[in-house]
């Protein structure tokens, strides 16, 4: 499934600011593209237009198959907070957005693959905020969407825990490989996981870069080729990623 951005203008009302304007984006099947920008530059209301959640002012959202006729994609969603339901177990909140007579088996085969197969019984307050996160992203995984949309997915967990977070996302997208749009304000972040990164401005959000990460994966953050296009980009465009670049650790 491809998908095709063309949007002229939104705003959150027609009076209103500017959000977004002149974002066109064409994507491959099985793409991994992140978005990245400073905050405000209207990323997670891309996504939400995207989703469908939000009609777009002045565009237009479509998704083709191989054979570019529309489809109406199935969707997957990871927010930036996990937003489980308190009262359900963990293999329950995943089982809630299945609705077939396995869902409980199949909740139960996530939870294996993202280490909380033990966990299964436990309701949210009684797991850490990583493991949440894992739930949250093994439930995403269960529908096996053809588009996978994760705004912020690992914000403000620490480095180990997004790390084990982020292989374990690869593993899920190898079986069906699934479009996803990926938001982050982490520049390090971006080239760890996407096949393909657009850089927005501020305000109003409007792509400015949009480069190739064609680096083997998997990928870590401490990765020497990371590390060496991160320098490279840095050095070839400044007055873009000056705003972006906000990872000050020793290059």
């Known amino acids: 499934m491809k998908l095709s951005v063309a949007i002229e203008e939104h705003r959150y009302s027609p009076r209103g600011d500017v959000v977004l304007r002149d974002v066109a984006i064409d994507t491959k099947a ?4 992140t978005l990245v920008g400073p905050s405000g530059a209207g990323k997670s209301t891309l996504l939400n237009i995207i989703g469908g959640l939000i009609k777009p002012l002045q565009g237009n959202i479509t998704f083709t198959d ?17 937003r489980l339901m308190p009262w359900l177990s963990a293999r329950d909140n995943i089982s809630l957005v299945l609705d077939n007579n396995d869902s409980n088996r199949i909740a139960n085969e996530l939870l294996e693959r993202v280490g909380l197969l033990d966990s299964a019984d ?5 797991l850490s905020g990583g493991m949440q996160r894992r739930v949250a992203l093994a439930r ?7 588009l996978l949309l994760m705004d912020e997915p690992f914000v403000s ?21 699934p479009l ?24 109003p959000g409007t792509p400015v870069l949009e480069i190739s990460v064609d680096l083997p994966r998997p ?12 320098r490279t980009l840095l050095a070839e465009h400044p007055d873009i990623l000056r705003g972006i670049e906000h990872n000050r650790d020793t290059l």
């Open 122 to 126: 436990k309701f949210s307050g009684q």
């Open 180 to 203: 996803v749009i990926f938001v982050t304000h982490d520049f390090n972040e971006a080239l760890c996981v996407a096949d393909r990164v657009i850089f927005f401005s501020a305000n």
């Open 219 to 230: 990928r870590s953050l401490d990765d020497d080729n990371i590390r060496q296009l991160r």
């Open 30 to 33: 099985g793409e991994i593209v």
């Open 66 to 82: 191989i054979n570019d006729k529309p489809v109406q994609p199935g969707t997957g969603y990871v927010f930036q907070s996990p």
């Open 157 to 177: 967990l620490d480095q180990p825990t997004a790390e084990l977070l982020r292989s374990q996302m690869f593993e899920l997208w190898q079986a069906d490989k």
């Open 140 to 146: 995403a995984f269960a529908v096996r969407p053809q």
